[in-house]
């Protein structure tokens, strides 16, 4: 069976620190990952993806992952983080043509 | 272009009851998901209708069902409503089935079952 696991419900950075939230997952075949940022009373919107090629993946905002197979890792980072970064951060494999989950979330707070 | 809209935007309805909520799918998206976000979760799939057939399901029992209609709007039809069925729902629409393409995601309906 696939997972997903977010370390981490929340996590606390200062404005213009480092951003990193954690996504570790298992899956018997290669699969498709994504992170998703929800802002509040918002629908899910898309960060970035991976699906083949290149592992590391940049993606909307300054944000980037990079798809480590031997650690089943998908971390998403930002080198810089804003204000405007504070929202709930999702993490989702899809293994198959219907399998897919999402992680827990991470809720991100940005302190001024 | 308009985007993904949901309605209605809340809704309290009591145990045993039946609901249904409404999506409108992006411009020229044909395939529609359907999620259940509990408090603090993750969105847990429910089911994706393409051009007006469900294409996969959840892990949802069968009172959770759904439609699509020829302008690939959606309905998702909760039957005999249970206190845990209280929940973001959120509808997704993509251009194509399966979930390798971008969903573009409604604000969703919260649902309040008392």
């Known amino acids: 069976a696939q997972s997903v696991t977010q370390l981490g419900s929340h996590v606390s950075v200062s404005e213009g620190a480092l951003v990193l939230l954690r996504c570790n997952y298992s899956?018997?075949?290669?699969?498709?990952l994504f992170w998703y940022v929800q802002y509040p009373n918002q629908g899910l919107q898309l960060l970035l993806k991976?699906?083949?090629?290149?592992?590391l993946v940049k993606g909307i905002n300054g944000f980037e992952a990079e798809f480590k197979k031997s650690e089943t890792s998908f971390h998403l980072t930002k080198p810089s983080a804003h204000m405007s970064d504070a929202a709930e951060y999702f993490c989702?494999?899809?293994?198959?043509?219907?399998?897919?989950?999402f992680g827990q979330g991470t809720r991100l707070t940005i302190n001024p | 272009e308009t985007g993904v809209t949901q309605s209605p935007t809340h809704l309290i309805k009591t145990r045993g009851q039946q609901v249904t909520l409404r999506c409108s799918s992006q411009?020229?998206?044909?395939?529609v998901s359907w999620y259940q976000q509990a408090l603090g979760q993750g969105p847990q799939f429910i089911f994706q209708?393409?051009?007006?057939?469900?294409?996969g399901r959840g892990n949802f029992p069968p009172r959770f069902s759904g439609l699509q209609f020829p302008n690939y709007s959606s309905e998702l039809n909760v039957n005999a409503l249970e206190l845990d069925d209280s929940a973001l729902y959120l509808c997704?629409?993509?251009?194509?089935?399966?979930?390798?393409?971008?969903?573009?995601f409604g604000p969703g309906t919260r649902l309040t079952v008392l």
């Open positions: 997704a629409s993509s251009p194509a089935p399966g979930f390798s393409n971008e969903q573009f």
């Open positions: 899956s018997s075949v290669p699969p498709y």
């Open positions: 991976y699906t083949t090629g290149a592992t």
């Open positions: 989702l494999i899809i293994q198959g043509a219907q399998k897919l989950v």
């Open positions: 411009s020229g998206h044909n395939t």
């Open positions: 209708y393409y051009r007006e057939e469900e294409n």
